[in-house]
Each structure stands twice: as structure tokens, then as C-alpha cells.
């Protein structure tokens, strides 16, 4: 438990000196026009109060990720709250904050094109693709699994159960991506952001009252994942793989630039951006606890399961055992909400994309429809293989979680480029020192991994190395000989 605190108190020291660091490099105008209040469309440049901007952005980003991927990540031990905690403060939150904040400061302009504007027009050309290609995976897969939470709590949980409820989720997707944003999204989100704040706070007074005998940095920070499936995962890079939203998400920079249309002012980015993953921070790392205890500290047998459980599993049977029916009711609506709402924003960024690259002005509902029919039919085919196949959700899961980190490298060299570019010497560094570590992570591990080329875990180390000392001479080559000066 000693780790924990410790780890939750790094995260507010965190937001407090290396958040304001952060801000003051960036340098907001409190004077500067937003796009919300400059061009104010009615439709998805909004200007909306900061507190629903922050719970709208919290739950966006959150999805089932920071409980979750938290939840398989604690079982390499403490070395997930160093994870949560270095990867927060130093690259996630960084990650969210600038490419909100060039957003802002570029009329509001989509991830793809900040990543064109930095890195140049081919690779924009690809991110274009690469970001669609994501979104409509996030819309995919976070539809069948709280579908199935719903079948079985409301429902008998037979697959008809479940097919009900993901026609449901679907109908809702449609209108929530069609309707100005502040209709829905802007009205219901913060509710479901206090359900899911409730369920971490719940968690954490649980955790409190039992104060359990849970893995501390001090006792080492090996994987303890034999016992529980995962003999054979090194630390690096699978963990950083696993537990990515909670720490470093490519995902966030598409739903940073999605809420930078709605800020009024400047100032607010800090704690809107960075501030939002320092709680799903939080939030992580109170799930990482308790999973500790359920894997091993006895939290299995007092409520009835075993140390193989899943994630969900988990989730549904801890909040039971602490929470009573209510609270669980309550706690559930959280892990519901979070997957859907992710999802539906995840769509309505690929439409904003799309419009963008046709030049589609989105005011008239006519022209939404134009994108939204198609991109629906896509992510329909997705999800249809998802449930034929037996294996389907898990397959798509894992590519998504790669595709994700991947994103979040191409995001994280586009702000390099933005600081070298516009704010000095060494300011760069930043985010430099996440781009080349994330980079080292997303290649070594489709290096290594089963459903990459499958090399062996042992060379991970070497081929770390030799990306991390192929990124740092690319980069240096590019910045004393290829820039513009």
C-alpha cells in the first residue's frame, strides 16, 4: 500500500511543477481568440464550460483502458505504478497537452494534420488513413463488451441478450456522432465521468479499510506473472503495451483536438489536458492495487473466483463484494459508459477527419451523412467479425493496442518537430525523450511479438538498443543538416 500512496502522490506533484513546466514552454494567450469562440459553428466548434469540457475529455480518453489494462498490468508487479506514474507525467500527459493545445492555436485543426504540418505531407497522407483506421477499431471494439456487461445485468445474458443491447449501442452512436456536441455528449458525459470517478473513489476507500499486503517497490520489481499466464512476457515492452491508457495513448490526441473546438480560453489546457490524464492516472493505479489484492493477497477467494479471472471478471466481482448491489449497479454504469462513450467520440473524430480531407462542411446534416453512413457500414463489418469468431474481440484487441502506442510516436515526433520549429533550443526535449522511448517500445514489441515476427523475447533488449540509437541519430542528423533553419 506504501507504494501506492506514494505513487498517487507523484502524480500530483506531477500535475503541479512538471504540469506548469510544461504549460509555461507551450506559452498560452489568455488574450487569443479560440477556435470555439472564433468560429463557433454551432455543431462541433462549441464553446462549453471548463468543468464539462474536463469530465467530457476525462471519459473520452478513459474508456475501459485505465481499469482494464491496469487490471492485466498488475500482475508484473510494482513495476506497473513506476509505469503509470513515469509514463503519466512525463509522456501522456505531455502527449495530451501539446496536441491540444497546437490545435487551439491552429484553428482547430485534426490530429492528421498536425502530423502533416510537422512531419510533412506523405506522412500525413498515411496518418490520415492510419487515424480512420483506429477510430473505426475503437468504435468496433467498444461496443460488444459493455453490450455483454448490459446483457447480463439487465438482461439473461444469452446472446440475444447481448445482440439487443449492441443495436442498442449502435443506434446511440449514430445520433451521438450526427448531433452538435454539446447536445448529447455535452449533457450526459459528465454524468458518466462521476459514475466512473465514483467507482475509483469507492475502490480506493476500499482499499483504505482493508489495507492489504500488496507487492511494494522494495520487494522488486520482476514480473510476478508466472502463477498467472504471463510466464514468458518480459517487463519491456509488454507492459508498456498493456497498460497504455492510464499512461501513454495515441488515442488522446484524437479527442485533445476533438474538445480543443470547445475551450474558451488558453489558459484552461493544463488542467483540461493535462489534468485529465493525471486522473486517469489515479485511476489506474488504484485498479492496479486492487487487483493486487485480488491476485495476491487473498481478494480472489473472499469474493469467490480464482487468480485466472479477466479483467471484467474482476471488476464485476470486486465491486459486488465491496460495494453492495447499488454501488456495484453504479460502479458497472461506469465500465459501461466508458467504452461507449470512447467509442462514439472515436467515430465523430473520424468523421471530422474525413469532412476535413473533402472539404464537407459539416453545418448541414446531409453532409454527415454522407460520412457517417459509410463509416458505420465499416465498423458493422468489424464488429460482425468480432462476434462470428470465436477469437475475434481478442484479435482485434491486440492489433488495436499496437496501432494505438504506434499512433502515439507519430504524435509525439510531430510535437518534436512543433518545438524545435517554434519555441528554441531544448525545449524539444519534451518530448524527444518519450518519442524515442515509445518508438523503442511499439518496434521491439511487434519485433517479439506472436502476432508480429515472433522473435525471440531474449534479443529484446539488443533490438531496444539499436532502435533507440537508430531513432536518436535520425533525429540529430535531421536536426543539425535537414531542417529548415
Known amino acids: 500500500m506504501y ?6 502522490l507523484a502524480l500530483v506533484l506531477g500535475y503541479i511543477f512538471y504540469g506548469k513546466f510544461v504549460q509555461k514552454i507551450f506559452g498560452p494567450d489568455s488574450e487569443r481568440l479560440t477556435p470555439a469562440v472564433a468560429i463557433n459553428d454551432g455543431v462541433d466548434y462549441v464553446p462549453m464550460p ?4 474536463f469530465m467530457v475529455q476525462f471519459l473520452n480518453i478513459a474508456g475501459t483502458g485505465p481499469i482494464f489494462g491496469a487490471i492485466m498490468g498488475a500482475k508484473f508487479g510494482p513495476s506497473c505504478y513506476l509505469w503509470v506514474v513515469f509514463g503519466c507525467i512525463f509522456a501522456g500527459a505531455v502527449h495530451d497537452y501539446l496536441s491540444g493545445m497546437v490545435s487551439i492555436r491552429n484553428g482547430g485543426i485534426d490530429l492528421p494534420t498536425i502530423v502533416g504540418r510537422y512531419l510533412g505531407k506523405t506522412t500525413r497522407a498515411v496518418m490520415l488513413t492510419f487515424c480512420v483506421v483506429l477510430l473505426v477499431l475503437v468504435g468496433a471494439v467498444f461496443v460488444y463488451s459493455p453490450a455483454s456487461i448490459l446483457g447480463d445485468l439487465l438482461g439473461d445474458g444469452s446472446f440475444n441478450a447481448v445482440m439487443i443491447w449492441v443495436g442498442v449501442i449502435i443506434v446511440y452512436y ?8 454539446d447536445k448529447i455528449i455535452g449533457k450526459i458525459y459528465p454524468l458518466f465521468a462521476f459514475a466512473l470517478i465514483f467507482m475509483a473513489i469507492a475502490m480506493m476507500v476500499g482499499l483504505f ?4 499486503v500488496i507487492p511494494e517497490f522494495w520487494q522488486g520489481l520482476g514480473n510476478r506473472g508466472p502463477s498467472v499466464g504471463l510466464n514468458g512476457q518480459s517487463i519491456f515492452p509488454c507492459l508498456c503495451i498493456t497498460v497504455a491508457c492510464g499512461a501513454i495513448s495515441g488515442f488522446h490526441a484524437t479527442q485533445s483536438t476533438l474538445m480543443a473546438r470547445c475551450l474558451t480560453n488558453e489558459k484552461l489546457g493544463r488542467p483540461v489536458f493535462y489534468g485529465t490524464v493525471i486522473v486517469e492516472g489515479m485511476v489506474a493505479l488504484t485498479w492496479a492495487a486492487v487487483a493486487s489484492y485480488f491476485f495476491f493477497d487473498g481478494g480472489a477467494e473472499e469474493v469467490g473466483s480464482t487468480m485466472s479471472a479477466a479483467a471484467p471478471k474482476v471488476v464485476s466481482d470486486v465491486s459486488r463484494a465491496w460495494l453492495g448491489v447499488a454501488g456495484s449497479v453504479l460502479a458497472l454504469l461506469g465500465v459501461v459508459a466508458a467504452p461507449i462513450t470512447s467509442g462514439d467520440t ?3 473524430s473520424a468523421r471530422l477527419i474525413i469532412a476535413d480531407v473533402f472539404k464537407y462542411d459539416q453545418k448541414p446534416i446531409s453532409n454527415r451523412l454522407r460520412i457517417v453512413i459509410p463509416l458505420f457500414a465499416v465498423t458493422a463489418l468489424i464488429l460482425w467479425f468480432n462476434i462470428a469468431n470465436e477469437d475475434g474481440f481478442n484479435i482485434i484487441w491486440r492489433y488495436f493496442a499496437l496501432a494505438n502506442q504506434a499512433l502515439s510516436c507519430f504524435t509525439l515526433w510531430a510535437l518534436t518537430s512543433f518545438l524545435v520549429k517554434e519555441r528554441g533550443k531544448f525545449a524539444y526535449l519534451i518530448t524527444f525523450i518519450p518519442a524515442v522511448f515509445m518508438t523503442t517500445v511499439c518496434i521491439t514489441y511487434i519485433s517479439t511479438a506472436k502476432i508480429g515476427f515472433n522473435l525471440p523475447m531474449g534479443w529484446s533488449g539488443w533490438i531496444a538498443a539499436i532502435v533507440s540509437c537508430a531513432s536518436i541519430a535520425l533525429f540529430y542528423s535531421w536536426y543539425c543538416f535537414g531542417r529548415k533553419k
Open 209 to 212: 479499510v482493508k489495507w492489504p
Open 346 to 348: 472515436a467515430l465523430r
Open 50 to 53: 471548463v468543468w464539462k469540457v
Open 174 to 181: 449514430v445520433l451521438a456522432t450526427l448531433v452538435p456536441i
Open 3 to 8: 507504494s501506492y500512496l506514494i505513487s498517487m
